[in-house]
């Protein structure tokens, strides 16, 4: 199983908003916009 990181969380961030992505964009019926956050976040 993989083990969130503080830099994974700053890297999911950094790209997403480079690409003008909204984490509602990458939720879908598999993964929230919570758990997006949460990952994003947590560190």
Partial sequence: ?????PEFGA???KKRKEQGIKMEDL???QIS???ISN???RF
Avoid: H, N, Q, V
């Fill in 11 to 13: 890297i999911l961030r």
């Fill in 33 to 35: 916009t919570s758990t």
């Fill in 39 to 41: 990952s994003a976040t």
């Fill in 1 to 5: 199983m993989y083990k969130w990181t």
């Fill in 27 to 29: 939720a879908d019926e």
